[in-house]
């Protein structure tokens, strides 16, 4: 079974590093799905048993971006 996390993205000024932020997402193992809802907000379906919302975080962060859950 797959969870759904939104997260908010701290930093991000345009869609193209949003892109980059779900990019790197979607490499993640389990991960299924990384969304851009709105500038600053993407919905991510992973894994539960494979990644935790921390993971899905640290990815983020190690795009230069601060992040959270919404």
């Not at 993971?55 to 190690?62: G, K, Q, S």
Request: no cysteine; glycine share 8%.
């Amino acid at each position: 079974m797959m969870n759904r996390v939104m997260l908010g993205i701290q930093g991000v000024e345009n869609f193209e590093q949003m892109n980059k932020v779900t990019e790197a997402l979607k490499k993640q193992q389990g991960v299924l799905k990384a969304e851009v809802q709105q500038l600053g907000q993407v919905v991510v379906e992973y894994d539960p048993h494979r990644l935790t919302v921390m993971d899905l975080i640290r990815t983020v962060r190690e795009e230069g971006f601060l992040a959270g859950m919404l």
